[in-house]
Structures are given as C-alpha cells and as structure tokens.
C-alpha cells in the first residue's frame, strides 16, 4: 500500500522568506503523480501544485516549486517570498496512474509571520 | 467557487440519528469521491463514484454508504451516528481520463452531539 510522510507537523517563516516543506512516500510503482494541496482557515482544499512521475523537470507554479526525487522518493514543496495568505495546513498527496484512492499525508501547518 | 457543491455546510445530529450529506460535481466530471477529516487530521478516503458505479472503497464504515445519481450528483448516508463521526467531510470531484487531480468542495461540518 501506498503511504505519504510529512515529517514537519508544524513550521513557521518570516513574511518575504523562503521555506521549503518536506513529504516522502512509499510505492513500488513507477507510474504515479504527486501534489501539494493547500487548505487554509476556510477549511477549503486548494491544489496548489501537480508533479507527474515520468517527468523529471520539477513543476512551478509562481512562488511555488517542488523538489522531485524519485529514487529517493521525496516530494519538497518550497514556498518562496512568503506571503501572509500562504498561512494554512499543507498536503502532499499520492496518486497511482489509472488509480482512484488519492492518499494524503498528516499535513504540516504552516505560518506565515509578518 | 470550485465549481463543487456540497450541501449542508453544516450540520448538527445527536447521537444515533442519521443524514445524507449532498455532492454535486464540477460541470463535466465523472467522478465524485468522499473524503473524511477529522479534527486536525489529514484526509481519509471513503468512497468513489464513476457515471453512478461504485469504483473504489476506502475506510469507509458499515454505517455509511453513498451513491451517485444519473445527474452525477452524490449523497453519503451516514447511520447509527456516534460522537467520533464527528469531522469534515469533503466531496471531491475529477474529470476522466485524466489525473490532473481532485477538485474538492468546501465541506460539510458534521457535529454529533
């Protein structure tokens, strides 16, 4: 079975900084894809950046960029120039081709400070 | 607007009682899924749909069960409440042939009480 470890239950940073999340995962499968989910005070779950596993260009989304191993099957999310609207809980996600039970890590909660 | 429904926003039972909680998908998706967060928890996966068939079964309790109409909208039956079943539950829904990723909706807040 599939799993997803995020290691930082908690990380702060300062307005303008960088920081960089952690997530690893367990699979024995070559063909999958990962994501970062963003879920602030509101509750909602926002997808905020998708990485496919063939693809060894690592995804960027504005401020957003990840960090891509495969062999060592990490997943780092880092968020650069950090605003106060980044404060929320972080997801990594895990999601097999042609599969349909995304799996979800236990979240770090993230604050931004001014 | 994500595009996902979810009805009621919140909702508040006691003990032993049952509800439906409602999910309508974004325009064009086939597939719904059912998610539930309990209080600072990450996300479990309960249940799939796909064009009305069940595809998948996660963690999902006896007491629970769900469906999809032909409009592709989904209600999950939770039974029997008890205090634990106290959490977020999330709708989520995807388009096929792709993994682009789930879009969720804003939840519902279950209280038993």
Known sequence: ?114 | DSGVTQTPKHLITATGQRVTLRCSPRSGDLSVYWYQQSLDQGLQFLIQYYNGEERAKGNILERFSAQQFPDLHSELNLSSLELGDSALYFCASSPPGTNYGYTFGSGTRLTVV
Request: glycine content about 2%; some cysteine.
């Open chain 1, 1 to 114: 079975a599939q799993t997803v470890t995020q290691s930082q239950p908690e990380m702060s940073v300062q307005e303008a900084e960088t920081v960089t999340l952690s997530c690893t995962y367990d699979t024995s499968e070559n063909n999958y894809y990962l994501f970062w989910y963003k879920q602030p005070p509101s509750r909602q779950m926002i997808l905020v950046i998708r990485q496919e596993a063939y693809k060894q260009q690592n995804a960027t989304e504005n401020r957003f960029s990840v960090n891509f191993q495969k062999a060592a099957k990490s997943f780092s999310l880092k968020i650069s120039d950090s605003q106060l609207g980044d404060t929320a809980m972080y997801f990594c996600a895990f999601l097999l081709y042609n599969n349909n039970d995304m799996r979800f890590g236990a979240g770090t909660r993230l604050t931004v400070k001014p």
